[in-house]
């Protein structure tokens, strides 16, 4: 059987739901508090009532960010100030 790409995310869900569950229980039986890291992109959002605009979105397949954001206490965004300054 050849599969197609989206057969393979949708296989690799499997895999996801295995590593929420796998950190469900360091938070329940052990108390740990877990941090997920991942790149960004920037998405064209379409609002229907306001005008479209850029947001942040994880660098994942969209069932993956979905499945992730649903279970996520929170979603935040990091990104780091650069200063220059000039040697007098």
Same mark, same amino acid.
């Given at each position: 059987?050849?599969?197609?790409?989206?057969? /393979? %995310?949708?296989?690799? !869900?499997?895999?996801?739901?295995?590593?929420? $569950?796998?950190?469900?229980? !360091? &938070? #329940? @039986?052990?108390?740990?508090?877990?941090?997920?890291?991942?790149?960004?992109?920037?998405? =064209?959002?379409?609002?229907?009532? /306001? /005008?479209? %605009? $850029? &947001? %942040? #979105?994880?660098?994942?397949?969209?069932?993956?960010?979905?499945?992730? #954001? @649903?279970?996520?206490?929170?979603?935040?965004?990091?990104? =780091? &100030?650069?200063?220059?300054?000039?040697?007098?």
């Amino acid at each position: 059987m050849r599969w197609r790409l989206w057969q /393979s %995310y949708i296989a690799a !869900l499997g895999f996801w739901r295995q590593i929420v $569950d796998a950190l469900d229980s !360091l &938070r #329940t @039986e052990r108390h740990m508090a877990t941090i997920l890291v991942a790149h960004s992109r920037v998405e =064209r959002f379409e609002d229907p009532e /306001s /005008s479209a %605009y $850029d &947001r %942040y #979105t994880p660098r994942m397949h969209k069932h993956a960010t979905a499945l992730l #954001t @649903e279970w996520a206490d929170a979603v935040l965004f990091a990104t =780091r &100030r650069f200063r220059t300054q000039a040697k007098m």
